[in-house]
């Protein structure tokens, strides 16, 4: 193996690759990779992942973070094949909005939420850019595992705050950093990474290819601080009724049962 390279056995998700190795931060390059990997193999290789769930075992159902939308603006920051739109809009949501770095994407929610008498105002750009989005207009702004993507954590922040009104909620979430340093190996958890390695690096996934980084907690929530927000609620815990509905004997469910797998963050912009 290159010495640049690591064993990751969590990419997002359960989602796995053999090795990744060590990627220059170059922004350009970064987008370009990650938007191919969504306009061709993304969602064949990772799935999707969308409202009522917020990851694997968390669900909106169980927490109620956005609560009643109806006659509220939203705007999905990764909105991906559309799914978390379309739950938003039968909810009566007056308005959704939604972007996405894959134009491919961006051609499933449009065709998707089409097909179930919805409309929505959809823009294809990369999270970190000015793309023409209204400021101070909407109620709620969510995520729902996009958020990671992002190569500027606290321009991203702090745009998504200049979309909000004033105490505007923004919710997002991710895989939790530290699901992604551990493996379950033989009915035991083992570390394979470096909690605070946050690193940018390359991974193979099948016949696509992608680039990240695994932030700490830390540095999601003192982001989002800098950015003016209050956190209100953090999410670590799995939901217990899901994994019994489930019944899920998965190493990745023995993993969520003593650690977390997704993290949801509630904030209000001050």
Request: proline share 2%.
């Amino acid at each position: 193996m290159d010495k640049n390279s690591v064993y990751r056995t969590n990419v997002i998700g359960a989602g796995a690759v053999g090795s990744a190795i060590t990627a220059e931060m170059d922004r350009n390059s970064i987008h370009k990779t990650n938007s191919i990997f969504w306009d061709t193999k993304g969602n064949e290789i990772l799935g999707a992942t969308a409202l009522p769930l917020y990851g694997a075992y968390v669900s909106e159902e169980k927490c109620q973070l956005l609560g009643d939308v109806s006659g509220k603006k939203v705007l999905e920051i990764g909105c991906g094949s559309g799914q978390s739109l379309l739950y938003l809009g039968e909810r009566k949501a007056s308005e959704l909005w939604g972007t996405d770095i894959s134009a491919k994407q961006i051609e499933k929610t449009s065709q998707l939420l089409r097909s179930c008498g919805l409309s929505a105002q959809l823009i294809c750009s990369p999270m970190e850019d000015e793309c023409g989005i209204p400021e101070n207009y909407f109620d709620f702004v969510y995520s729902v595992y996009a958020l990671g993507w992002t190569t500027d954590l606290e321009g991203t922040f702090s745009r998504i705050a200049s979309y909000l009104k004033k105490d505007g909620v923004f919710i997002f979430s991710w895989s939790h950093p530290i699901h992604k340093c551990v493996v379950a190996e033989n009915n035991m958890l083992a570390f394979t990474k470096s909690y605070f390695d946050e690193s940018w690096y390359t991974a193979s996934l099948d016949e696509g290819t992608l680039t990240l980084s695994d932030r700490k907690l830390s540095t999601y929530l003192n982001a989002l601080a800098k950015a003016g927000f209050v956190l209100e609620q953090l999410i670590e815990e799995s939901d217990e009724d899901i994994m019994q509905a489930k019944n899920d004997n998965s190493d990745f469910a023995k993993k969520a049962k003593m650690l977390p797998v997704t993290f949801v963050v509630k904030a209000r912009k001050l």
